[in-house]
C-alpha cells in the first residue's frame, strides 16, 4: 500500500493505538517506535497483554520534541553570541 493510501486508512477516532500504528502516525520506523516505548518518551499502556499507545500521546510526544529542539537552539544561540 502506497504512503497516499495508508493516509486515508488512518482511523482517527481510535483512542488506543497499536505500537505500529502509532510508528506510521510519527512517520517513524516500527523499531525506534518500540525504543520510544520501551524508555518511556513515548507514553504507553498495557491493556491485558497488549501494548497500546494512547492517541493523544502522539502530539504530546511531538510537542514534547518541539519544545526541547527550541531549548536547544536557544541554548546554541546564546553560546555562539
Known amino acids: 500500500m502506497d504512503t ?3 493516509a486515508d486508512s488512518i482511523d482517527h ?3 488506543l493505538l497499536t505500537v505500529e500504528e502509532a510508528a506510521r502516525r ?7 517506535c518500540f525504543a520510544l516505548v520501551r ?12 501494548r497500546r499507545v494512547p ?5 504530546e510526544f511531538v510537542t ?4 526541547k529542539q527550541n531549548r536547544t537552539a536557544t541554548v546554541t544561540i ?4
Open 39 to 50: 524508555s518511556g518518551e513515548l507514553e504507553s499502556i498495557t491493556v491485558g497483554h497488549l
Open 55 to 59: 492517541a493523544d500521546a502522539i502530539p
Open 13 to 15: 477516532t481510535l483512542a
Open 64 to 67: 514534547r520534541l518541539r519544545k
Open 26 to 32: 510519527l512517520r517513524i520506523g516500527r523499531t525506534t
Open 78 to 81: 546564546v553560546q555562539a553570541a
Open 4 to 6: 497516499a493510501h495508508l
